[in-house]
Structures are given as structure tokens and as C-alpha cells.
């Protein structure tokens, strides 16, 4: 089935603001959902890195810590990634 343009002019009642945020809305939905979750995981991976990290620093566990500041580490730089690559997506449209 082809893919319909959506007509340029909002319906009646309507401003065109909120029409054009209604249509990328429907381009993209749940964006801001996507770049909450991002944030809040990589906040969540930051914290666990510093938690490990002390323990690194404090010379305690380092067989268990190493490995799971790694991951945290990976877990941040992933949503980084994830969040910048949303932004560019958004920008090019």
C-alpha cells in the first residue's frame, strides 16, 4: 500500500504548530520516551562505573569489580551513542 502525504494545511480548528508536532509525532514515535530511557540507563551506568571505580581505587574485589566497571562503562557509552545517533536522526529530517 503506498504511503500517503499528509496534507500541508492543519484541519480546521487546528493550529499549524500543533499540526506539525502531531505529524512528527507520528514520524517518530515515541522519541522523547527513547531519549528519556537513554538518559536515565546511561545516568544508572555512570553511577555503577563510580561505584566500581572506588572499589578499584580501594584495591577491594578487584577480580569482580574490573569486569562489571567494564560493563558499566559499556552501558554508558552505548546510550551515549544511542542518544547522539536519535539527535542526528531528528536533525536530518
Known amino acids: 500500500m503506498p504511503r500517503?502525504?499528509?496534507r500541508q494545511t492543519p484541519?480546521?480548528?487546528?493550529?499549524?504548530?500543533?499540526?506539525?508536532?502531531?505529524l512528527?509525532?507520528?514520524e517518530a514515535p515515541y522519541k522523547g520516551l527513547r531519549k528519556f530511557i537513554y538518559a536515565a540507563f546511561?545516568?544508572?551506568?555512570a553511577i555503577g562505573?563510580?561505584?566500581f571505580f572506588a572499589k578499584i581505587l580501594a584495591g577491594r574485589d578487584l577480580a569482580d569489580s574490573l569486569?562489571?566497571?567494564?560493563?558499566q562503562?559499556?552501558?554508558v557509552a552505548?546510550?551515549?551513542?544511542?542518544?547522539?545517533?536519535?539527535d542526528r536522526q531528528e536533525k536530518s529530517e
Open 24 to 26: 512528527a509525532e507520528a
Open 73 to 75: 562503562m559499556g552501558v
Open 11 to 22: 484541519p480546521s480548528g487546528m493550529s499549524q504548530e500543533r499540526y506539525d508536532r502531531l
Open 4 to 6: 500517503q502525504t499528509p
Open 78 to 86: 552505548l546510550m551515549v551513542f544511542l542518544f547522539r545517533w536519535e
Open 67 to 71: 569486569p562489571n566497571f567494564a560493563l
Open 49 to 51: 562505573g563510580f561505584v
Open 42 to 45: 546511561g545516568a544508572s551506568g
